[in-house]
């Protein structure tokens, strides 16, 4: 299945990264080769429309002879912010989370501690970078965004949510508990998450899979 149109535009839609930039324009092209489709990987196009803006960011930073992270800081976008595809940010948090996470990982001194390596040692060389992302959480065709739960609420107040997604790392059992709880009003330590089996809930991943073949089917009968 060739996704090569979805990819490009998520690419478009991430090549500001999170960086106020008044005057922008993205343009891009699909381009078939006579070498097979690959179909996507996990970022589906962001990462790849990212390194845009970073390069800029890194570029500035080498001409200015100041740190990377200062021009970054200088051009975030904020509240209200109006990107290149016309949505207007609303409860931004990047400013919040780029100091917290900077003084959770105690940002400064790990850089300090890199220099001084790099200093001491001729050809053994140390890098870090923090690196911000704002990631759009939905598909540009409609048709896909869309998932199953199951919901069992209990006499005794608790609840247990069954999901088609898969967990494998990103956290999503807790942010699911987290929306169960904040929808029922409830305390977190009262909704539990069920294992994923697709005799519960259909995986979402299939799901879209059934959705887009039937779409197909119906685009090319209504050809005929």
């Known amino acids: 299945m060739d996704l090569s149109l979805a990819v490009l535009e998520r690419a478009m839609f991430h090549s500001d990264n999170v960086y106020e930039i008044p005057n922008m324009r993205i343009v891009g092209r699909v381009c078939f080769t006579n070498y097979p489709s690959n179909t996507a990987f996990r970022g589906f196009g962001g990462p790849q429309g990212m390194i845009i803006a970073e390069n800029w960011i890194q570029r500035i930073a080498v001409e200015l002879k ?44 790990a850089c300090k501690e890199v220099n001084q390596f790099n200093v001491n040692n001729r050809w053994r060389k140390h890098g870090i970078a923090i690196v911000p992302t704002k990631f759009g959480i939905s598909f540009t065709a409609k048709f896909m965004n869309q998932a199953g739960a199951l919901v069992h609420v209990y006499t005794d107040g608790t609840v247990l949510v069954t999901h088609g997604a898969v967990e494998m790392g990103q956290g999503l059992h807790t942010k699911v508990a987290q929306i169960a709880a ?5 305390p977190l330590s009262s909704v539990f998450i069920s294992e994923t089996s697709t005799d519960k809930v259909i995986s979402d991943v299939l799901l879209k899979v059934y959705v887009l073949f039937s779409y197909l089917l119906q685009t090319m009968f209504s050809r005929k």
């Open 182 to 186: 904040s929808a029922f009003n409830i």
């Open 66 to 109: 100041k740190s990377p992270e200062e021009i970054k800081e200088i051009n975030f976008q904020g509240e209200g912010s109006v990107l290149h595809y016309g949505q207007q940010l609303l409860h931004c948090t990047l400013s919040q989370v780029w100091n917290e996470l900077k003084i959770s990982c105690d940002f400064l001194n």
